[in-house]
């Protein structure tokens, strides 16, 4: 059931696909597309500082420093994050193993340094929202391109770019989001935006791609906002200083190291 | 004046015709302009600071009062059909539009914050309804062991359990209501009962049903006020023309009210009871000197007749009607726009009753012509001993006059009674204690009450004044615990209480092995911001928005009570508030906030006002009444009435338990009104017989067959008429209805017995002659 594969702590979609042509002059399906956009090479590791604000409707903001470090072990994805501010949370960290077998639960970790101890945690809901963020883990995850219906809409241009436009109807009628709308790069097929609909099939959330960069060859997303437009709350999500492919250590993903630190 | 008054008796068609088209224009803007103002906020000043803070705290914390849907199994909860009735319920709640989704709580969409050995889990209780017998006894032990749910939204006996749907304050309508019933009702079974109860349905409810049953209630007032004067005048085109006077000043007052756009509160449907109360003075007094001139008169045309009348009366009718038009004047003062608006307007119509009785009255007379004389009382009582023709009036008055220490030591018994029962007058504020203790609104909550923390609440806002991460400090959070904890043990009335703290204290307790000695708040700030993260993480988020703000400089402490009467809240407000100086060693200051708050500071705001401009207003008759008999003595002899109604009125409330409201502290208004109608006609009457007589007691006697009688038909045609809101199926009517009854018969007792007694003993306007 629970399958969380966080590839970035931004949403995969948005992974480069590195420098294949676009399949220009034949035209895709819906489907097709969206497989482009959710397979993109990713690299194999990514090292990357990264700044979360939440800001609520009253305009009052929380700022969290993170350092990360995740690696695709194939299987698995493995994730670990150290909090660097604000200092009242210094050091804590969080550890993520998510499955790609669909019926395996993900392993999630918490270290309170205040506590000194490690502690698991679980939670039964992929519409959870991550660290009270407006991403839901689901989001910064991976969807089985299965699990929903593909609909190519339109084709438009966003802020100068050529995209298509794509509806993502959800099977699973309990599903938290009704449906999607994705505009992918034509060139690229990362993501530019994305309206998420909810149960009742009101608008709830917009993603904004606001920076894209070309790291180690990868087209990675640096930074991104989601709104949710009903509670009129949002995220913003910061990479620095990212890395891709240097050989971060298998060994870097135990709670011996959450423990430690950085 | 009175020569106008007279000039325009040769006008009275076209008199009668322009106060007609005035009338039927003002109704017109009545009819298509009236709008009703129920959202109660509406009512409250804006500005007051108090109201301020609390509606600012009410956004930052999403504070809004909750409707309580209940669902009982007498053989307990934990089972496949009842939760599954639960489930249904909080997804129907949850779809309505009136309602958001996320302002609904129940067991069914409900946080377990859940510790083991190993760790914490954060997960929904059920999502699927649990069909095994060991499923649904897993559900029981955990919803047992966690305190933030066990005794909040399952009884302790877990045969209840409820679901809390929060709704803006504008939402309530009569057919929300009913939407809610129809779905609760369609879920009882057998064994599963369902009731509907929380602060907006008491709320919505009264505001609907006060005015309904006013409206079913005052043409029946208005039918036995015309018989009863009927009776009294003998005389069908006196009836009609008195009420009529009433009735127009009322649709005046109401008709100006729409054209300059002001809503009718619920305040202002005391405009025509006071306007009943006070208007029909002047039409009794005017035909009972009619009658008496008449009898006097036999052959008199109607024209003389008029001439006679308005000669005598102009003056007491004016000054009644002025002095009593700056009573309601003094309510200006009030803090409360709808209290200011109910002075303000009563006064209009108190001063077009006066121009009506004065304009259009003598034109009903001289269109329709006299009421008949009666010939066959007075011929009887031709041998009676005493100066007026009423044998009654004669013997009263000797005997008021003979027995004088029985009206002073009376009075002055009473006045000591009514200051004993003054003392135990209470402010109650509450909406639930105006409906009848055995009605389902009050049973149902009364059924809640004894399951579960309270189906009222008041909000402690802890303010550290922008200070960030206050409340995330151990020594802060152990103080709101502790506070918490005391207010909880000390008063029966609250249930229970909730923070930031019992989320804390429940982490605390989950991380460290589920053992008891940790449901406490941990020593040291970082371990309180790493659980709050964590449970940013694994919770939802959205629930710690509830108890404190973003940046942690602001806490929003939930108490529970078992009521809603200024009592109960009171006395949670009086332990709270010990803590203020420990707080505010902190740096944080305490505030308050939530609608049962706000309708304690307005009600005493509302009677602060009342006292101020009882008190302004007195002093302002007694200044009046001086200028106008240019005597000091008459001043304070004719303030005596309205000293008595009022003062018995208040000893009365107090010894039945009768709470002072909105409605009933505006009554004092009457006392000051009809004591002063009463006060300045006698006193008027007697001063015109002293004039012609040397003898003190045919003074009296006559005035009290004049006046006395007029004075007496007016209270017994009011008080028939507010009898039958005694009858009223809405308490707060009921003792509207007694309570007006009682002024009006304190006043008619209190003018003709002390005040007479007074009058007689001061020998004013009999001291020239005695030398």
């Given at each position: 059931?629970?399958?969380?594969?966080?590839?970035?702590?931004?949403?995969?979609?948005?992974?480069?696909?590195?420098?294949?042509?676009?399949?220009?002059?034949?035209?895709?399906?819906?489907?097709?597309?969206?497989?482009?956009?959710?397979?993109?090479?990713?690299?194999?590791?990514?090292?990357?500082?990264?700044?979360?604000?939440?800001?609520?409707?009253?305009?009052?903001?929380?700022?969290?420093?993170?350092?990360?470090?995740?690696?695709?072990?194939?299987?698995?994805?493995?994730?670990?994050?150290?909090?660097?501010?604000?200092?009242?949370?210094?050091?804590?960290?969080?550890?993520?193993?998510?499955?790609?077998?669909?019926?395996?639960?993900?392993?999630?970790?918490?270290?309170?340094?205040?506590?000194?101890?490690?502690?698991?945690?679980?939670?039964?809901?992929?519409?959870?929202?991550?660290?009270?963020?407006?991403?839901?883990?689901?989001?910064?995850?991976?969807?089985?391109?299965?699990?929903?219906?593909?609909?190519?809409?339109?084709?438009?241009?966003?802020?100068?770019?050529?995209?298509?436009?794509?509806?993502?109807?959800?099977?699973?009628?309990?599903?938290?989001?009704?449906?999607?709308?994705?505009?992918?790069?034509?060139?690229?097929?990362?993501?530019?935006?994305?309206?998420?609909?909810?149960?009742?099939?009101?608008?709830?959330?917009?993603?904004?791609?606001?920076?894209?960069?070309?790291?180690?060859?990868?087209?990675?997303?640096?930074?991104?906002?989601?709104?949710?437009?009903?509670?009129?709350?949002?995220?913003?999500?910061?990479?620095?200083?990212?890395?891709?492919?240097?050989?971060?250590?298998?060994?870097?993903?135990?709670?011996?190291?959450?423990?430690?630190?950085? | 004046?009175?020569?106008?008054?007279?000039?325009?008796?040769?006008?009275?068609?076209?008199?009668?015709?322009?106060?007609?088209?005035?009338?039927?224009?003002?109704?017109?803007?009545?009819?298509?302009?009236?709008?009703?103002?129920?959202?109660?906020?509406?009512?409250?000043?804006?500005?007051?600071?108090?109201?301020?803070?609390?509606?600012?705290?009410?956004?930052?914390?999403?504070?809004?009062?909750?409707?309580?849907?209940?669902?009982?199994?007498?053989?307990?909860?934990?089972?496949?059909?009842?939760?599954?009735?639960?489930?249904?319920?909080?997804?129907?709640?949850?779809?309505?539009?009136?309602?958001?989704?996320?302002?609904?709580?129940?067991?069914?969409?409900?946080?377990?914050?859940?510790?083991?050995?190993?760790?914490?889990?954060?997960?929904?209780?059920?999502?699927?309804?649990?069909?095994?017998?060991?499923?649904?006894?897993?559900?029981?032990?955990?919803?047992?062991?966690?305190?933030?749910?066990?005794?909040?939204?399952?009884?302790?006996?877990?045969?209840?359990?409820?679901?809390?749907?929060?709704?803006?304050?504008?939402?309530?309508?009569?057919?929300?209501?009913?939407?809610?019933?129809?779905?609760?009702?369609?879920?009882?079974?057998?064994?599963?009962?369902?009731?509907?109860?929380?602060?907006?349905?008491?709320?919505?409810?009264?505001?609907?049903?006060?005015?309904?049953?006013?409206?079913?209630?005052?043409?029946?007032?208005?039918?036995?006020?015309?018989?009863?004067?009927?009776?009294?005048?003998?005389?069908?085109?006196?009836?009609?023309?008195?009420?009529?006077?009433?009735?127009?000043?009322?649709?005046?007052?109401?008709?100006?009210?729409?054209?300059?756009?002001?809503?009718?509160?619920?305040?202002?449907?005391?405009?025509?009871?006071?306007?009943?109360?006070?208007?029909?003075?002047?039409?009794?007094?005017?035909?009972?000197?009619?009658?008496?001139?008449?009898?006097?008169?036999?052959?008199?045309?109607?024209?003389?007749?008029?001439?006679?009348?308005?000669?005598?009366?102009?003056?007491?009718?004016?000054?009644?009607?002025?002095?009593?038009?700056?009573?309601?004047?003094?309510?200006?003062?009030?803090?409360?726009?709808?209290?200011?608006?109910?002075?303000?307007?009563?006064?209009?119509?108190?001063?077009?009753?006066?121009?009506?009785?004065?304009?259009?009255?003598?034109?009903?007379?001289?269109?329709?012509?006299?009421?008949?004389?009666?010939?066959?009382?007075?011929?009887?009582?031709?041998?009676?001993?005493?100066?007026?023709?009423?044998?009654?009036?004669?013997?009263?008055?000797?005997?008021?006059?003979?027995?004088?220490?029985?009206?002073?030591?009376?009075?002055?018994?009473?006045?000591?009674?009514?200051?004993?029962?003054?003392?135990?007058?209470?402010?109650?504020?509450?909406?639930?204690?105006?409906?009848?203790?055995?009605?389902?609104?009050?049973?149902?909550?009364?059924?809640?009450?004894?399951?579960?923390?309270?189906?009222?609440?008041?909000?402690?806002?802890?303010?550290?004044?922008?200070?960030?991460d206050v409340f995330k400090e151990p020594s802060v959070l152990k103080l709101v615990d502790k506070m918490q904890k005391d207010v909880d043990?000390?008063?029966?009335?609250?249930?229970?209480?909730?923070?930031?703290?019992?989320?804390?204290?429940?982490?605390?307790?989950?991380?460290?092995?589920?053992?008891?000695?940790?449901?406490?708040?941990?020593?040291?700030?970082?371990?309180?911001a790493q659980y709050l993260l964590l449970y940013e993480m694994s919770g939802d988020p959205e629930n710690l928005n509830k108890v404190v703000?973003?940046?942690?400089?602001?806490?929003?402490?939930?108490?529970?009570?078992?009521?809603?009467?200024?009592?109960?809240?009171?006395?949670?407000?009086?332990?709270?508030?010990?803590?203020?100086?420990?707080?505010?060693?902190?740096?944080?200051?305490?505030?308050?906030?939530?609608?049962?708050?706000?309708?304690?500071?307005?009600?005493?705001?509302?009677?602060?006002?009342?006292?101020?401009?009882?008190?302004?207003?007195?002093?302002?008759?007694?200044?009046?009444?001086?200028?106008?008999?240019?005597?000091?003595?008459?001043?304070?002899?004719?303030?005596?009435?309205?000293?008595?109604?009022?003062?018995?009125?208040?000893?009365?409330?107090?010894?039945?338990?009768?709470?002072?409201?909105?409605?009933?502290?505006?009554?004092?208004?009457?006392?000051?009104?009809?004591?002063?109608?009463?006060?300045?006609?006698?006193?008027?009457?007697?001063?015109?017989?002293?004039?012609?007589?040397?003898?003190?007691?045919?003074?009296?006697?006559?005035?009290?067959?004049?006046?006395?009688?007029?004075?007496?038909?007016?209270?017994?045609?009011?008080?028939?008429?507010?009898?039958?809101?005694?009858?009223?199926?809405?308490?707060?009517?009921?003792?509207?209805?007694?309570?007006?009854?009682?002024?009006?018969?304190?006043?008619?007792?209190?003018?003709?017995?002390?005040?007479?007694?007074?009058?007689?003993?001061?020998?004013?306007?009999?001291?020239?002659?005695?030398?």
């Open positions: 059931m629970k399958r969380l594969q966080i590839k970035s702590v931004l949403v995969a979609i948005i992974f480069a696909i590195g420098l294949s042509p676009a399949v220009s002059g034949q035209s895709l399906t819906g489907k097709q597309i969206v497989d482009k956009a959710y397979n993109r090479a990713t690299g194999d590791d990514q090292t990357s500082n990264l700044t979360m604000t939440l800001i609520n409707k009253s305009g009052s903001q929380r700022v969290r420093k993170i350092k990360q470090f995740q690696k695709d072990f194939g299987k698995v994805d493995k994730r670990i994050m150290f909090f660097l501010t604000p200092a009242d949370v210094k050091n804590t960290s969080f550890m993520s193993w998510s499955y790609d077998d669909d019926s395996k639960n993900d392993d999630q970790w918490i270290y309170l340094p205040a506590l000194k101890k490690t502690k698991r945690i679980s939670s039964d809901s992929k519409s959870d929202y991550f660290m009270g963020s407006d991403f839901t883990y689901d989001d910064l995850g991976d969807r089985n391109l299965d699990d929903d219906t593909h609909k190519l809409l339109r084709e438009e241009n966003i802020n100068g770019e050529a995209c298509y436009v794509v509806e993502s109807v959800s099977k699973d009628e309990d599903y938290m989001y009704s449906k999607t709308i994705t505009w992918i790069r034509k060139d690229n097929f990362v993501g530019v935006k994305k309206e998420f609909y909810d149960e009742d099939e009101e608008l709830l959330k917009i993603l904004t791609i606001k920076k894209v960069e070309k790291i180690s060859g990868f087209w990675i997303i640096t930074h991104s906002e989601m709104k949710n437009v009903q509670k009129n709350h949002q995220t913003s999500m910061i990479l620095s200083n990212v890395q891709i492919n240097s050989g971060v250590s298998a060994s870097k993903f135990t709670e011996r190291i959450m423990m430690r630190g950085l | 004046m009175e020569k106008l008054l007279n000039k325009l008796l040769n006008y009275s068609w076209i008199t009668m015709i322009a106060i007609l088209v005035i009338t039927a224009l003002f109704f017109i803007k009545m009819k298509e302009n009236t709008r009703m103002e129920t959202d109660l906020d509406k009512y409250m000043p804006q500005n007051n600071p108090a109201f301020v803070y609390s509606d600012k705290a009410e956004e930052w914390f999403g504070i809004n009062d909750g409707i309580i849907v209940a669902i009982e199994n007498k053989n307990g909860i934990f089972n496949t059909a009842t939760l599954d009735t639960l489930k249904q319920l909080t997804k129907r709640l949850q779809k309505m539009e009136e309602i958001d989704k996320d302002d609904v709580t129940s067991l069914y969409t409900a946080d377990n914050i859940v510790g083991s050995e190993y760790g914490m889990d954060v997960k929904r209780f059920f999502k699927r309804v649990p069909k095994l017998k060991e499923k649904l006894q897993e559900l029981k032990k955990n919803v047992e062991n966690n305190e933030m749910i066990f005794g909040r939204l399952v009884s302790t006996d877990e045969t209840v359990t409820v679901i809390v749907a929060e709704i803006k304050d504008d939402v309530f309508t009569q057919e929300f209501y009913k939407k809610i019933l129809s779905v609760a009702k369609a879920s009882n079974t057998d064994n599963i009962k369902i009731y509907v109860a929380g602060r907006p349905i008491v709320e919505g409810t009264m505001a609907l049903l006060g005015p309904a049953d006013m409206k079913k209630m005052v043409p029946i007032v208005l039918l036995v006020i015309f018989l009863v004067l009927f009776v009294m005048l003998r005389s069908l085109k006196g009836t009609l023309i008195t009420l009529g006077v009433v009735f127009f000043s009322t649709i005046w007052a109401f008709g100006l009210m729409a054209a300059v756009n002001i809503p009718i509160y619920a305040v202002s449907t005391m405009i025509p009871v006071m306007l009943i109360a006070i208007g029909v003075a002047d039409g009794i007094h005017l035909y009972t000197h009619l009658h008496l001139y008449i009898n006097k008169h036999p052959n008199a045309t109607k024209k003389e007749a008029t001439i006679d009348l308005l000669k005598n009366l102009w003056k007491p009718v004016v000054m009644t009607s002025v002095t009593t038009a700056v009573g309601f004047i003094s309510l200006l003062t009030s803090q409360v726009y709808p209290i200011k608006y109910f002075g303000l307007f009563t006064a209009f119509g108190v001063m077009t009753a006066m121009v009506f009785s004065l304009v259009f009255l003598p034109a009903g007379i001289m269109i329709f012509g006299l009421p008949k004389p009666k010939k066959n009382k007075e011929k009887g009582n031709k041998d009676v001993a005493g100066h007026s023709y009423s044998k009654l009036a004669n013997n009263f008055t000797t005997a008021v006059i003979k027995y004088k220490y029985v009206s002073i030591i009376g009075t002055a018994a009473i006045i000591v009674l009514s200051i004993i029962g003054m003392q135990k007058v209470w402010i109650n504020s509450s909406f639930l204690e105006k409906f009848e203790k055995d009605s389902e609104i009050v049973q149902t909550d009364k059924f809640i009450n004894e399951h579960f923390g309270g189906t009222s609440s008041l909000n402690l806002i802890l303010d550290a004044d922008g200070k960030k043990n000390q008063l029966q009335v609250v249930g229970n209480s909730f923070s930031l703290a019992d989320y804390i204290d429940r982490m605390n307790k989950v991380l460290n092995a589920d053992k008891e000695e940790f449901n406490k708040i941990p020593d040291s700030k970082n371990m309180i703000t973003y940046d942690y400089d602001k806490l929003n402490v939930t108490f529970q009570l078992k009521s809603d009467n200024s009592k109960a809240i009171n006395s949670a407000l009086a332990i709270i508030d010990s803590y203020n100086e420990d707080f505010k060693k902190q740096g944080i200051t305490m505030n308050y906030a939530g609608s049962g708050y706000k309708s304690l500071v307005f009600t005493d705001l509302i009677l602060e006002g009342q006292i101020m401009s009882l008190i302004i207003s007195f002093i302002t008759i007694i200044i009046l009444l001086s200028m106008m008999f240019k005597s000091m003595k008459i001043g304070l002899i004719g303030s005596v009435p309205i000293l008595v109604t009022a003062f018995i009125s208040f000893g009365i409330m107090g010894f039945l338990g009768i709470p002072l409201s909105s409605t009933t502290a505006l009554l004092s208004s009457i006392a000051i009104g009809i004591g002063i109608d009463y006060a300045v006609h006698f006193i008027e009457q007697y001063k015109n017989n002293a004039a012609e007589t040397d003898d003190k007691l045919k003074a009296a006697q006559i005035t009290m067959a004049h006046s006395g009688r007029a004075i007496s038909f007016n209270a017994i045609v009011v008080i028939a008429g507010f009898m039958v809101l005694v009858f009223s199926v809405f308490p707060p009517n009921r003792e509207l209805g007694a309570l007006v009854s009682l002024n009006m018969f304190t006043s008619f007792v209190g003018t003709l017995s002390i005040m007479l007694l007074l009058l007689y003993m001061s020998n004013i306007y009999f001291k020239k002659k005695e030398k």
